[in-house]
């Protein structure tokens, strides 16, 4: 069996490449305290981060319950799914893309919830990368070839803008803007729940979360540094509208500061919320009209900055997704 390793993301999909299967013998016993030490011993070509990320997903199976942190006993089978290598270079796909602006050195896209920025564990196609190869093939020559023109992501549920870079040199000055804070990056969001001030500012440390691997978590040991900016834009009877200003780019950063620090989580995020009480609460009209829609109510509105070529004053807005503008239209005709 050939296994190349493959680049990790943040949430790891059940595509399976191949099974590894295992068996624990009397010895691995007294060898191995923990499971997820086991796990490594007998899968040297997998990283431990990847292990602990298969067996958050479920990818990792026994017929008994198994525990991270503990062996299981002498005879217990265990399966190991391992997910397919990525290609050596992103392939171009004739997927549309709702680009708002381009010139010779960036596109500026407003992405659809529901598509990955750039190939990764279990998203090797279908993504943002791979349908701007196909718009612009040249791409191709970038220095990373997985992931080119890249220089910011978007969670694979937020919708509107990014920017990509057309070639090498754009791509690192695009990354230098987005380093020095040099970029303005609004999102409108829809929040649970009202008792929010009509201005304020949120200031932690983001990193992992210490328990949950799929999840980050703020005031983290080692985490590092996040500012979010809030606005409300209008309140509901059971919910809020809000316009948020970014000046740091953590990974969910927006979604654990309005669940953990606001204790207001967007609608629809079923990472860091409860969508299925949510719905409950909002009443039927909501159920009806967002019904088993599966992404947060969260969406890239606004991009300001210098071009760093031209030298001109930058501003771009995209249109929110067609639900979120339902939802609006429902909560502002007094249905809440």
Request: charged share 25%; net charge neutral; hydrophobic share 35%.
């Amino acid at each position: 069996m050939t296994i190349t390793m493959v680049d990790e993301q943040d949430n790891l999909e059940s595509i399976i490449d191949d099974e590894i299967e295992l068996e624990v013998t009397p010895e691995d016993l007294l060898e191995y305290k923990r499971f997820d030490h086991f796990l490594a011993a007998k899968c040297p070509h997998i990283s431990r981060s990847l292990l602990k990320k298969l067996f958050q997903n479920g990818s990792i199976t026994s017929d008994v319950t198994l525990e991270i942190r503990k062996m299981p006993n002498p005879g217990t089978k265990i399966c190991v799914k391992v997910p397919p290598p990525l290609p050596e270079k992103a392939v171009a796909e004739n997927i549309p893309l709702d680009i708002i602006f381009e010139d010779d050195h960036f596109i500026v896209i407003n992405k659809k919830a529901g598509m990955v920025t750039h190939p990764g564990a279990g998203n090797i196609s279908g993504t943002l990368v791979n349908a701007i190869l196909h718009h612009y093939p040249k791409m191709q020559e970038m220095t990373d070839a997985k992931r080119p023109g890249v220089a910011h992501r978007l969670d694979k549920g937020t919708s509107g803008l990014i920017i990509m870079a057309k070639y090498q040199k754009s791509l690192e000055e695009l990354m230098l803007l987005f380093s020095s804070r040099q970029i303005e990056k609004y999102y409108h969001t829809l929040v649970m729940g009202t008792k929010i001030n009509p201005v304020g500012s949120i200031t932690t440390t983001i990193a992992r979360h210490p328990t949950n691997r799929l999840k980050m978590a703020a005031n983290v040991k080692d985490g590092k540094e996040a500012i979010t900016h809030y606005q409300v834009l209008k309140t509901f009877e059971k919910m809020t509208y809000l316009q948020i200003k970014l000046e740091t780019g953590r990974t969910h950063q927006i979604r654990v500061h309005m669940a953990q620090e606001l204790r207001h989580a967007v609608l629809g995020d079923s990472l860091y919320g409860n969508p299925k009480q949510d719905l409950q609460r909002l009443g039927d009209p909501f159920k009806s009209l967002i019904g088993d829609y599966p992404y947060p109510f969260l969406h890239a509105q606004k991009i300001k900055f210098i071009h760093p070529f031209t030298k001109k004053e930058m501003e771009f807005e995209a249109e929110k997704p067609e639900i979120f503008l339902k939802v609006l239209e429902l909560a502002q005709n007094g249905n809440l």
